[in-house]
């Protein structure tokens, strides 16, 4: 005679367990913050070829500690890439925001960016140079940085471009270079210290303001770098046969 299988029941949850998981999970997060800051500021006193053992020292913790909340030294790194990623959008978000003369604008940006990496240069020496890294990461904060800028400028010059009905098919590329040249020269600065933060935030300023410039009078308008972008420009037609 067979056997009469009855229904299991479904072991009904009292939302006790997933509370439980949840306050864990956010103590984790928490916990991993904290040790993040930790290695911000061990890379500021001991420079960007700081060890696990100075960011463990500087935490309070021990190294296996510091490895329960991150799964190696690459993954540390990263968390940290993004730290400084966070830190630097959040300067400079606010200057893609602000109104003024283009001149102003493109000084705000630049000197906002150049700031942040005075403020922390050997954060960015550690994760520019990612000797930290104990194996290849997939995910490279610099790319990572350089893109969210320059996809912000490109949003922003498209919306210029287009309201002065010129084409802004190239923004992006023209933004990703203009990105990747104030990276560089900040790269170069940090290392030279050959003149003023502000002196380099000038001569920059310049170059970006002359590219655009050229722009706009490859597309027949000049404008007055000095004039609001908030309201539009006085603009004046450049002739065909004007050199």
Same mark, same amino acid.
Request: a negative charge; glycine letters at 8%.
């Given at each position: 005679?067979?056997?009469?299988?009855?229904? *299991?029941?479904?072991?009904?949850?009292?939302?006790?367990? =997933?509370?439980?998981?949840?306050?864990?999970?956010?103590?984790?997060?928490?916990?991993?913050?904290?040790?993040?800051?930790?290695?911000?500021?061990?890379?500021?006193?001991?420079?960007?070829?700081?060890?696990?053992? =100075?960011?463990?020292?500087?935490? @309070?913790?021990?190294? !296996?500690?510091?490895?329960? $909340? #991150?799964?190696?030294?690459?993954?540390?790194?990263?968390?940290?890439?993004? %730290?400084?990623?966070?830190?630097?959008?959040?300067?400079?978000?606010?200057?893609?925001?602000?109104?003024?003369?283009?001149?102003?604008?493109?000084?705000?940006?630049?000197?906002?960016?150049?700031? *942040?990496?005075?403020?922390? !240069?050997? /954060? +960015?020496? #550690? *994760?520019?140079?990612?000797?930290?890294?104990?194996?290849?990461?997939?995910?490279?904060?610099?790319?990572?940085?350089?893109?969210?800028?320059?996809?912000?400028?490109?949003?922003? /010059?498209?919306? +210029?471009?287009?309201?002065?009905?010129?084409?802004? @098919?190239?923004?992006?590329?023209?933004? $990703?270079?203009?990105?990747?040249?104030?990276?560089?020269?900040? =790269? %170069?600065?940090?290392?030279?210290?050959?003149?003023?933060?502000?002196? /380099?935030?000038?001569?920059?300023?310049?170059?970006?303001?002359?590219?655009?410039?050229?722009?706009?009078?490859?597309?027949?308008?000049?404008?007055?770098?000095?004039?609001?972008?908030?309201?539009? !420009?006085?603009?004046?037609?450049?002739?065909? =046969? *004007?050199?």
């Amino acid at each position: 005679m067979s056997q009469i299988s009855r229904p *299991v029941k479904a072991k009904q949850s009292t939302g006790h367990g =997933d509370a439980r998981r949840e306050r864990w999970r956010g103590h984790r997060q928490a916990r991993r913050a904290e040790f993040v800051e930790a290695a911000v500021r061990a890379i500021g006193s001991c420079g960007a070829e700081v060890g696990m053992d =100075d960011i463990a020292a500087e935490a @309070g913790v021990s190294k !296996p500690v510091l490895y329960r $909340h #991150f799964s190696d030294k690459s993954d540390l790194y990263l968390a940290v890439g993004e %730290w400084g990623t966070n830190l630097l959008m959040e300067r400079i978000s606010p200057t893609l925001r602000q109104e003024g003369s283009a001149r102003e604008r493109i000084r705000r940006i630049i000197g906002t960016y150049l700031g *942040v990496i005075e403020e922390y !240069p050997e /954060l +960015y020496r #550690f *994760v520019v140079r990612r000797n930290f890294a104990d194996r290849p990461v997939q995910t490279d904060p610099v790319t990572t940085e350089k893109t969210v800028i320059a996809n912000s400028l490109s949003r922003l /010059l498209g919306e +210029y471009m287009r309201s002065l009905e010129l084409d802004s @098919g190239g923004v992006e590329a023209w933004s $990703h270079g203009l990105v990747g040249m104030v990276q560089a020269s900040g =790269d %170069w600065w940090l290392d030279r210290h050959s003149m003023s933060r502000d002196d /380099l935030t000038e001569y920059l300023t310049k170059i970006i303001w002359f590219a655009i410039d050229g722009v706009l009078r490859a597309g027949g308008i000049v404008i007055d770098p000095d004039e609001p972008l908030e309201i539009v !420009p006085h603009l004046r037609v450049v002739e065909d =046969d *004007v050199d």
